[in-house]
Antibody, heavy 118, light 113 residues
Framework: QVQLQQSGPGLVKPSQTLSLTCAIS??????????WAWIRQSPSRGLEWLGR?????????DYAVSVKSRITINPDTSKNQFSLQLNSVTPEDTAVYYC????????WGQGTLVIVSS | DIVMTQSPDSLAVSLGERATINCKSS????????????LAWYQQKPGQPPKLLFS???TRASGVPDRFSGSGSGTDFTLTISNLQAEDVAVYYC?????????FGGGTKVEIK
């Protein structure tokens, strides 16, 4: 059974960097038939896919245009996890952040409410 | 980006009756490579992450009751809940995974009349 466990701070100051980690059990971040994504949800923006990383003989990433200049998603094979970094956050980045596996996502992390506020 | 449009925004249905939710994509989600529609349906209850109901438009996820059904192809899709139960009160979302960026519909809130 695949499980995704998120960790990271729930409060970030404006202009700083939001950092979250998603630890994977029951699967591998290096799997050749899975991708690993971050999705956020807010009342104003609904469910918003932010980006993904996946391994197909080499590593690939895709990012949403809306955050492309500020986002990095990195795999960590030594810890079997992947991370999200979102730079230069504003209050509009306040949301519940989820990590997921796959396009049709059967597996989700528990969600992390991140509030951007001074 | 592929735009996903759901209708209605909300609906109230009597217990035991049928709820029908529509989802329209701005381009076809039928991928010629595998002849499958890259469309998923999710159910979300308060305080929980979305739960996958269907992938490939009509393939029911494990444990999903058979009163839920998914149909459609190309750009037009439907989620039907037959014999609505109290535990089906939730917000339902469609999502395309045809290609990045993956995008979601705005959601449909289902309530009991």
């Amino acid at each position: 059974q695949v499980q995704l466990q998120q960790s990271g701070p729930g409060l970030v100051k404006p202009s700083q960097t939001l950092s979250l980690t998603c630890a994977i059990s029951g699967d591998s971040v290096s799997s050749n038939n899975a991708d690993w994504a971050w999705i956020r949800q807010s009342p104003s923006r609904g469910l918003e896919w932010l980006g993904r990383t996946y391994y197909r003989s080499k590593w690939f990433t895709d990012y949403a245009v809306s955050v492309k200049s500020r986002i990095t998603i990195n795999p960590d094979t030594s810890k079997n996890q992947f991370s999200l970094q979102l730079n230069s956050v504003t209050p509009e980045d306040t949301a519940v952040y989820y990590c997921t596996r796959g396009g049709a996502s059967e597996y989700w992390g528990q969600g992390t409410l991140v509030i951007v506020s001074s | 980006d592929i735009v996903m449009t759901q209708s209605p925004d909300s609906l109230a249905v009597s217990l035991g009756e049928r709820a029908t939710i529509n989802c329209k994509s701005s381009q076809s989600l039928l991928y010629s490579f595998n002849n499958k529609n890259h469309l998923a349906w999710y159910q979300q209850k308060p305080g929980q992450p979305p739960k996958l109901l269907f992938s490939w438009a009509s393939t029911r996820a494990s444990g999903v009751p058979d009163r839920f059904s998914g149909s459609g192809s190309g750009t037009d899709f439907t989620l039907t809940i037959s014999n609505l139960q109290a535990e089906d009160v939730a917000v339902y979302y469609c999502q395309q995974y045809y290609g990045p960026p993956l995008t979601f519909g705005g959601g449909t809130k289902v309530e009991i009349k």
